[in-house]
């Protein structure tokens, strides 16, 4: 599973086997630029739809076998008929990136479980295919950990997504803790805001625990990585437990100086 996506989970390149690496750079690549369509630079949001059409029709050609222009799908077809990846998998991401483009609020958890499900299972799925590692069992357990990560990048990054009108907490939970989201600020109920965010940091630190004999099952150099990202997540969590998730003054982010502690915390699961 590689999320150097987010710069807090670095993919510790050394640890993956060569054999792989190829396909897995083209996988990042997709998922890296498609993400990007949809929420970098200063562009419509029908320019982002657009894009993202298009790779989705490069899709479809990579599965009705019709000539491919571009080297990064041309790429692609070659990893996806090697692994025998199912196309559905980056289909899934494409929907969560256009919904990502024009949704920006979420009912109740159900329905980010569900955009989750969309935006991260798939990295994990598809990195389980490339090792022939995709029982049903882990196939369960790597979802969990995906999502947890998914769910750990929004709760360190409210204040960057209220920025740009985004609030991925789930709006029942938010009235659940008495939160409005017009103050959606530390400094107007502190106690609430904490109340909050430790119910959801508990929720995403379980989900991780439930998901991580994963990493433990996984052979060599590969279940080791899995175990420096269960660890990477699982640390950015007790970061916001340690800032009184006040993210809306500090980011928590993993750094060189917790590189010995993640080794230690992977070598001690």
């Known amino acids: 599973m590689t999320i150097s996506h987010y710069e807090n989970f670095p993919v510790a390149s050394w640890l993956m086997p060569a054999h792989v690496r ?20 200063n562009i419509s949001d029908e320019q982002r739809l657009e894009l993202l059409n298009q790779y989705e029709y490069e899709l479809d050609a990579i599965q009705e076998q019709r000539p491919i222009t571009s080297p990064l799908f041309q790429d692609l077809a070659k990893v996806v008929e090697q ?25 109740d958890f159900e329905t ?25 069992s882990q196939l369960v357990r790597s979802d969990l950990i995906c999502t947890s990560l998914q769910l750990i990048n929004f709760w360190q990054d409210v204040a ?15 009235r659940k803790f008495d939160i409005d989201e017009k103050k959606l600020d530390l400094n107007y109920n502190r106690d609430a805001w904490r109340a909050l965010m430790q119910f959801e940091v508990d929720r995403a630190r379980q989900m ?7 990493a433990l099952e996984l052979p060599g150099r590969f ?39 993640l080794m230690w915390r992977s070598l001690k699961m």
């Open 112 to 136: 980010l479980l569900d955009y989750c499900r969309r935006s991260a299972n798939p990295v994990g799925r598809i990195m389980l295919r490339l090792f022939s590692q995709d029982s049903a």
């Open 22 to 41: 190829p396909a897995v750079r083209t996988v990042y690549a997709f998922a890296r630029s498609a993400d990007d369509f949809a929420d970098e630079g």
């Open 160 to 174: 960057i997504d209220l920025d740009k009108s985004r609030i991925y907490l789930p709006q029942e939970d938010m």
């Open 208 to 214: 991780m625990i439930n998901g991580s004999s994963l």
């Open 83 to 107: 692994y025998e990846i199912p196309l559905q998998l980056f289909r899934d991401l494409l929907s969560a990136f256009k919904q990502d483009v024009v949704t920006k609020r979420y009912t």
């Open 223 to 261: 279940g080791f990585e899995l175990r420096m990202i269960v660890q990477g997540g699982l640390l950015i969590l007790d970061k916001l437990e340690k800032i009184d998730f006040d993210v809306f003054n500090k980011r928590p982010t993993i750094k060189k100086i917790d590189a010995a502690r």
